[in-house]
């Protein structure tokens, strides 16, 4: 089966009155062009804080804020978020990192990221029919709610194009199912692949095979409702209703090979009880998925989030 591709580009002259002008990757916010933030893991020892705080000031920097924790007095593993402000960040960067790696990473056993506030994460969109997700995203963006640039949405189905667009996001459409899986990951990794910083799955109903986790060179943050593992399958509201569940929720988690199975970055719940149907337990199902995905990817696009294994330490 052919894999067919449309993109809807910002109209000619500019955008339509009240779009969004999508502003270019890596754009630098006000206040924020000498802020950083060091994420560190490791296994738990005395001296990491004091060797991190002296290291970053004898090269200048000021601590903003630092979050830390351990997962055992002994013998645990250590997770630390540090934003500090240096001036000249940009340009310092690339040396900074170099001198954290030899000076302390390479002495504690750290794995560590050093990002920049100003450098926005390029951010792309998989979505299947359903559209309250990937809409919500978009106008959280717009307002100045999730600081990303969202480089494409990319959808199995052509429906949601026209709802899309004037967001002035470009809009691919790669069909995909069961049969041409593999045919379609390829043209999606060749949008993605070195394009993009984060996928967001924003009810995207088709499965992504491990090797695709492997090309793509991002993360993927995916939401789901939280009735896993009870009711499976399609309709999961209208079996749910079958069984008169008192709560439902979302979960938004790390995708990985195991379906469903990734670290959990944010869940919530809201009760329900017997006066509601089937249609109100979905229309207050997608309030509780938009909320916990657009904290999920928040709290990623500040850096906060670092992986434990099959769990998550989010500061």
Not at 41 to 51: H, L, R, S
Not at 187 to 193: A, D, K, P, S, T
Not at 258 to 284: C, F, N, S, Y
Request: net charge negative.
């Amino acid at each position: 089966m052919a894999i067919v591709t449309t993109q809807t580009p910002t109209p000619a002259g500019g955008p339509l009155p009240g779009e969004h002008v999508r502003p270019a990757a890596g754009r630098t916010r006000a206040g924020s062009a000498d802020l950083g933030r060091l994420l560190f893991t490791c296994e738990d020892q005395p001296g990491i804080v004091a060797a991190t705080s002296a290291f970053l000031s004898d090269h200048g920097a000021n601590i903003v804020s630092l979050d830390q924790f351990s997962t055992a007095p002994e013998g645990g593993s250590f997770f630390q978020r540090t934003v500090f402000h240096l001036p000249g960040l940009r340009a310092a960067r690339d040396e900074l990192e170099q001198a954290f790696s030899a000076q302390v990473a390479s002495r504690f056993g750290m794995d560590f990221t050093l990002t920049q506030v100003a450098e926005t994460k390029r951010v792309a969109i998989l979505v299947s029919k359903t559209d309250h997700c990937v809409l919500d995203l978009l106008w959280r963006n717009r307002r100045g709610e999730l600081d990303m640039t969202v480089v494409m949405v990319v959808s199995n189905h052509p429906d949601l194009a026209d709802r899309v667009r004037p967001f002035g996001v470009p809009f691919f459409h790669v069909p995909a199912n069961r049969d041409n899986r593999e045919e379609a990951e390829d043209r999606m990794l060749e949008l993605l692949r070195g394009n993009v910083d984060l996928v967001v799955l924003a009810r995207y109903m088709q499965i992504v095979t491990p090797r695709f986790l492997e090309s793509v060179g991002a993360p993927l943050i995916n939401i789901h409702h939280s009735f896993l593992p009870a009711f499976v399958g399609a309709g999961p509201y209208a079996k749910a209703k079958e069984r008169g569940v008192k709560l439902i929720g979302a979960t938004a988690h790390y995708v990985t090979a195991d379906l469903d199975e990734g670290p959990i970055i944010e869940q919530d719940v809201v009760r329900v009880d017997h006066r509601q149907d089937t249609a109100d337990l979905v229309r207050l199902g997608a309030d509780v998925e938009r909320g916990v995905l657009s904290r999920a990817v928040e709290w990623h696009l500040q850096d906060r989030v670092l992986r434990n294994g099959t769990t998550t330490v989010v500061f």
